[in-house]
């Protein structure tokens, strides 16, 4: 039971580049995330599925486009990379948006500089 | 402007004394508050909860106190171990819905042995 993995560990792009990050997990949970961490920040929600077949911006959507492939998959993908998007990225997951009934797991990060 | 505050960027505690870690929200919305803590290299995990019509919430050695009035959240760890060094972050949620939730920055926590 890996819970969330999230590939790759460590990226470094250059400013226009593009990429996906790839997130699955193996829980059987409808509801996926993808957030980001800056130093002296908490971490922001990019975009969340509620559900498969379903995307919703968060808090800090701009510069990102996300595909909820299947149940399992939740890729974020960068179009033209800024040095503002250097950050770690995080995925997570839970059984739905409840945040009283529902445990948040998240992967191990990504983290990934745009020089 | 940040609405979750965790104004100590770190902190140091010997080995079995008490950890008190403090977070500062500015929205009265908030009605369900999160701590989760963070190892390097590894993401976040859920710690403990509680919720707005609660002022006390405790899971063993964890215990999260609430004064909504101030304002104002802490969780406190008895006895500190070594292996509770990690990052915490305090959130907050309004509508208790992940796509609601907001982080604080963070306290590092150090135990010395």
């Known amino acids: 039971n890996a819970g969330v993995t999230q590939t790759p560990k460590f990226q470094v792009l250059k400013t226009g580049q593009s990429m996906t990050l790839q997130c699955a997990q193996d829980?059987?949970?409808?509801?996926m995330y993808w957030y980001r961490q800056d130093p002296g920040m908490g971490l922001r929600l990019i975009y969340y599925?509620?559900?498969?077949?379903?995307?919703d911006k968060g808090e800090v959507p701009n510069g990102y486009n996300v595909s909820r492939l299947n149940k399992r998959e939740f890729s974020l993908r960068l179009e033209s990379a800024a040095p503002s998007q250097t950050s770690v990225y995080f995925c997570?997951?839970?059984?739905?948006?409840?945040?009283?009934?529902?445990?948040?797991?998240f992967g191990p990060g990504t983290r990934l500089t745009v020089l | 402007d940040q609405q979750v505050k965790q104004n100590s960027p770190s902190l140091s505690v010997q080995e079995g004394r008490i950890s008190i870690l403090n977070c500062d929200y500015t929205n009265s919305m908030f009605d369900y508050f999160l701590w989760y803590k963070k190892y390097p290299a590894e993401g976040p995990t859920f710690l403990i909860s509680i919720s707005s019509i609660k002022d006390k919430n405790e899971d063993g050695r964890f215990t999260v106190f609430l004064n909504k009035s101030a304002k104002h959240l802490s969780l406190h760890i008895v006895p500190s171990q070594p292996g509770d060094s990690a990052v915490y972050f305090c959130?907050?949620?309004?509508?208790?819905?992940?796509?609601?939730?907001?982080f604080g920055p963070g306290t590092s926590l150090s135990v010395i042995p």
């Open positions: 959130a907050a949620s309004w509508e208790t819905s992940y796509d609601k939730v907001i």
């Open positions: 829980m059987n949970h409808n509801s």
């Open positions: 997570a997951s839970s059984f739905g948006l409840a945040v009283v009934t529902d445990t948040q797991y």
């Open positions: 599925s509620a559900s498969e077949g379903t995307t």
